[in-house]
């Protein structure tokens, strides 16, 4: 079981990003997937969830109005779309599969700034 994140970078306040977690060694679609985030010095904190069939999703207040987590179970991959970034959004952003083996991503790093 494997989730490789990919997708972050700098941009500037206001600015997009697209992150992307790629799944292999189980069934993709059979499963919920997350998204989290850690900044310097704080706790790893939810960000979005969404069903195996993607027709259910949730988002942390934190994101709300400005992300949105999607998911394509024919290319075994998990988006998180992320609008109007703020500088408190720098963290970096992790993948989760909780009931796969609770497995987790390496992360990737989002740093918005001007």
């Known amino acids: 079981v494997q989730l490789v994140e990919s997708g972050g970078g700098v941009v500037q306040p206001g600015g997009s990003l697209r992150l992307s977690c790629a799944a292999s060694?189980?069934?993709?679609?059979?499963?919920?997937m997350r998204w989290y985030r850690q900044a310097p010095g704080k706790e790893r904190e939810f960000v979005a969830g969404?069903?195996?069939?993607?027709?259910?999703?949730g988002i942390a207040d934190i994101a709300k109005g400005r992300f949105a987590i999607s998911r394509d179970n024919a290319k075994n991959t998990l988006y998180l779309q992320m609008n109007s970034l703020k500088p408190e959004d720098t963290a970096v952003y992790y993948c989760n599969a909780p009931n796969a083996y609770n497995t987790w991503g390496q992360g990737t790093q989002v740093t918005v700034s001007l």
């Open positions: 060694g189980f069934t993709f679609s059979s499963y919920t």
């Open positions: 969404i069903s195996g069939n993607g027709f259910t999703t």
